[in-house]
């Protein structure tokens, strides 16, 4: 850590801020910005984490040009949005069905604008993997020769769920480029001769995670 514990939230915080900026190597600490600091999760307390958003905001726009919170609850999301002035932009939560999928709070997402980025997405769903929607896109998949076709399959509905992006988690440069050239691919099947399959199975996928019954409310 570059700070030390016994310092201050505040200066936790500008200590921090300030290592990032002076670790880029492609310019100088004072051309260097942060795209989106995300908060890793929130404090204990709704205070600490409003004052710590407040100190965040205070480099917006300019060294951060947005912000983000991970692993928070409905509750504090709904809260930063409604008492700081700057809101977040992002949320990074686990996709699984102990959260429900977070239906409610992406739903919130969705209608403020802010981008859910999932993770955990492949890892924590081992049922979701064996659903009817996954396997028979992941058949489809499979013809257009994609490798790992189940796999591109499951990110292809959630990203479907609409303002949602996968974070794919794999460490292998291979894994990743396979993932994303799929997505690619599965997105020209889908816009053409898989409309009709794809838009069953994504239907059928929604109810599976309780989204079909949220979205007529």
Same mark, same amino acid.
């Given at each position: 850590?570059? +700070?030390?514990?016994?310092?201050?939230?505040?200066?936790?915080?500008?200590?921090?801020?300030?290592?990032?900026?002076?670790?880029?190597?492609?310019?100088?600490?004072?051309?260097?910005?942060? /795209?989106?600091?995300?908060?890793?999760?929130? *404090?204990?307390?709704? %205070?600490?984490?409003?004052?710590?958003?407040?100190?965040?905001?205070?480099?917006? !726009?300019?060294?951060?040009?947005?912000?983000?919170?991970?692993?928070?609850? *409905?509750?504090?999301?709904?809260?930063?949005?409604?008492?700081?002035?700057?809101? !977040?932009?992002?949320?990074?939560?686990?996709?699984?069905?102990?959260?429900? +999928?977070?239906?409610?709070?992406?739903?919130?997402?969705? &209608?403020?604008?802010?981008?859910?980025?999932?993770?955990?997405? *492949?890892?924590?769903? !081992?049922?979701?993997?064996?659903?009817?929607?996954?396997?028979?896109?992941?058949?489809?998949?499979?013809?257009?020769?994609?490798? /790992?076709? /189940?796999?591109?399959?499951? +990110?292809?509905?959630?990203? %479907?769920?609409?303002?949602?992006?996968?974070? /794919? %988690?794999?460490?292998?440069?291979?894994?990743?480029?396979?993932?994303?050239?799929?997505?690619?691919?599965?997105?020209?099947?889908?816009?053409?001769?898989?409309?009709?399959?794809?838009? &069953?199975?994504?239907?059928?996928?929604?109810?599976?995670? %309780?989204?079909?019954?949220?979205?007529?409310?």
């Amino acid at each position: 850590m570059p +700070y030390e514990l016994s310092q201050s939230l505040e200066d936790r915080i500008h200590t921090s801020i300030a290592s990032s900026l002076a670790n880029f190597l492609i310019t100088s600490p004072e051309e260097a910005y942060i /795209d989106c600091l995300v908060l890793h999760s929130p *404090f204990p307390s709704i %205070g600490e984490t409003q004052k710590a958003w407040q100190i965040f905001s205070s480099y917006v !726009p300019h060294k951060i040009r947005a912000l983000g919170i991970s692993n928070t609850s *409905f509750a504090v999301l709904q809260n930063l949005v409604t008492e700081m002035e700057i809101k !977040p932009s992002v949320v990074q939560n686990r996709f699984h069905r102990e959260t429900s +999928y977070e239906v409610p709070l992406r739903k919130f997402c969705r &209608d403020k604008g802010i981008v859910f980025q999932s993770f955990w997405t *492949f890892t924590g769903n !081992p049922r979701l993997m064996l659903s009817n929607p996954v396997q028979k896109l992941g058949e489809e998949f499979d013809k257009l020769g994609l490798k /790992d076709a /189940d796999v591109v399959a499951l +990110y292809a509905l959630v990203i %479907g769920l609409e303002g949602v992006t996968v974070l /794919d %988690g794999t460490t292998r440069p291979e894994r990743m480029v396979g993932d994303l050239t799929g997505l690619d691919i599965a997105s020209a099947w889908i816009e053409k001769e898989g409309k009709a399959t794809w838009d &069953d199975q994504l239907q059928e996928f929604k109810a599976l995670i %309780g989204e079909e019954h949220e979205n007529l409310k």
